[in-house]
């Protein structure tokens, strides 16, 4: 075929991504109804009608993409108690930062739509993610782990196991076990599948839900693994005893360096639990035994082994260990498999 001058059957065109995969009989589509609630809401000036031709062609796109002929809808509801997560931060208020802030205008009604026309779940014990989470967990205990596609652009949920759409490449994504997570430079964020991104979140918190995570690395860790070069210039003149002309150290200059190494050790910043720092402490860990290792590691250097004293964003104060700490945070970001805020503590068990 030729259009302008141009001959279609030369072009070697990759539509691959546009293909539009076969029905699976028996798969349903475990969607995230909070996000495509937000998603189709529109503006200040979007009619109920726009809003509700939205909501369906966005959930009958999706369906197609992962090729489900039936969908369930998750919903938070509003005054939802958020699995007792508001209760159990201490650290910092759990979602302070969505106080007040502005959503569209008919949001409330796009939720109300799902829960009434398109009989979406609406959770009122714990979050729609924690929903997502068990839905998927139900397919994979019965043995029927293709059945099931997560759709979710929350990256919380990447933890749960199972087929996910990828809101990334629109693709379908198997999360199996521990998975791997990775620095992404260009946006100056962390990003994985699996268990993983579970252990690098106790870390580096979630600020889209204001947990803080872990504030920073002892110095004692921030030293085992970001020396500094001057650091690592004195330790060699010790090792080698050799300045770096290649001459041999005198008494004085090997006495210099010890006092050197004393004061870099003492000025030494702590590391900040940031995205890149993160991956670069879990990179050695293969499975959730050793990330379970490696962040209570992290977590008793930075509290101490003693318990201590503790003064939450509420003003009461009370004594704590590094541990409480922990679960605190680890209690915030788990999605929970069921219905149950133990779950995550049934889960670190199998870790140890």
Same mark, same amino acid.
């Given at each position: 075929?030729?259009?302008?001058?141009?001959?279609?059957?030369?072009?070697?065109?990759?539509?691959?991504?546009?293909?539009?995969?076969?029905?699976?009989?028996?798969?349903?589509?475990?969607?995230?109804?909070?996000?495509?609630?937000?998603?189709?809401?529109?503006?200040?000036?979007?009619?109920?009608?726009?809003?509700?031709?939205?909501?369906e062609a966005e959930i009958k796109n999706?369906?197609?993409?992962?090729?489900?002929?039936?969908?369930?809808?998750?919903?938070?509801?509003?005054?939802?108690?958020?699995?007792?997560?508001?209760?159990?931060?201490?650290? #910092?208020?759990?979602?302070?930062?969505?106080?007040?802030?502005?959503? @569209?205008? &008919? !949001?409330?009604? =796009? *939720?109300?739509?799902?829960?009434?026309?398109?009989?979406?779940?609406?959770?009122?014990?714990?979050?729609?993610?924690?929903?997502?989470?068990?839905?998927?967990?139900?397919?994979?205990?019965?043995?029927?782990?293709?059945?099931?596609?997560?759709?979710?652009?929350?990256?919380?949920?990447?933890?749960?196991?199972?087929?996910?759409?990828?809101?990334?490449?629109?693709?379908?994504?198997?999360?199996?076990?521990?998975?791997?997570?990775?620095?992404?430079?260009?946006?100056?964020?962390?990003?994985?599948?699996?268990?993983?991104?579970?252990?690098?979140?106790?870390?580096?918190?979630?600020?889209?839900?204001?947990?803080?995570?872990l504030p920073c690395f002892s110095r004692?860790?921030?030293?085992?693994?970001?020396?500094?070069?001057?650091?690592?210039?004195?330790?060699?003149?010790? #090792?080698?005893?050799?300045?770096?002309?290649?001459?041999?150290?005198? @008494?004085? &200059? !090997?006495?210099? =360096? *010890?006092?050197?190494?004393?004061?870099?050790?003492?000025?030494?910043?702590?590391?900040?639990?940031?995205?890149?720092?993160?991956?670069?402490?879990?990179?050695?860990?293969?499975?959730?035994?050793?990330?379970?290792?490696?962040?209570?590691?992290?977590?008793?250097?930075?509290y101490g082994n003693e318990p201590f004293?503790?003064?939450?964003?509420?003003?009461?104060?009370?004594?704590?260990?590094?541990?409480?700490?922990?679960?605190?945070?680890?209690?915030?970001?788990?999605?929970?498999?069921?219905?149950?805020?133990?779950?995550?503590?049934?889960?670190?068990?199998?870790?140890?």
């Amino acid at each position: 075929m030729n259009i302008g001058g141009v001959n279609l059957d030369d072009l070697e065109l990759d539509n691959s991504d546009f293909i539009v995969p076969d029905v699976v009989p028996g798969r349903i589509l475990n969607c995230d109804a909070d996000i495509v609630a937000y998603n189709c809401a529109g503006n200040d000036d979007t009619a109920r009608e726009e809003v509700v031709y939205n909501i369906e062609a966005e959930i009958k796109n999706k369906m197609q993409q992962v090729g489900a002929d039936h969908y369930i809808l998750h919903l938070t509801g509003t005054g939802s108690d958020k699995g007792k997560r508001h209760d159990v931060a201490c650290v #910092r208020q759990y979602q302070a930062s969505r106080v007040g802030k502005p959503k @569209p205008r &008919q !949001l409330e009604f =796009a *939720r109300k739509y799902m829960a009434t026309n398109l009989k979406a779940v609406v959770h009122m014990d714990q979050e729609a993610d924690d929903g997502l989470a068990q839905t998927q967990q139900e397919y994979l205990d019965r043995g029927e782990r293709n059945l099931c596609v997560l759709d979710s652009t929350d990256k919380d949920l990447r933890m749960v196991q199972g087929l996910h759409l990828c809101p990334d490449t629109g693709k379908i994504v198997d999360v199996q076990g521990y998975g791997g997570c990775w620095y992404d430079a260009e946006k100056s964020k962390t990003t994985g599948w699996g268990t993983s991104f579970f252990w690098h979140q106790l870390l580096m918190g979630d600020t889209a839900d204001d947990i803080p995570g872990l504030p920073c690395f002892s110095r004692k860790l921030s030293i085992r693994h970001w020396p500094t070069a001057p650091l690592l210039e004195q330790e060699r003149r010790l #090792r080698e005893l050799t300045m770096p002309s290649g001459k041999q150290c005198t @008494p004085k &200059q !090997l006495d210099t =360096a *010890r006092n050197k190494i004393d004061q870099i050790m003492a000025e030494f910043k702590m590391k900040p639990c940031g995205a890149a720092s993160v991956v670069d402490y879990l990179s050695d860990c293969m499975n959730d035994h050793d990330a379970f290792c490696a962040v209570d590691i992290a977590y008793r250097e930075y509290y101490g082994n003693e318990p201590f004293e503790f003064t939450d964003w509420r003003g009461k104060t009370y004594t704590r260990t590094y541990y409480q700490m922990l679960l605190e945070q680890a209690y915030l970001l788990w999605m929970r498999r069921v219905n149950d805020g133990r779950d995550v503590f049934n889960f670190l068990e199998t870790c140890k």
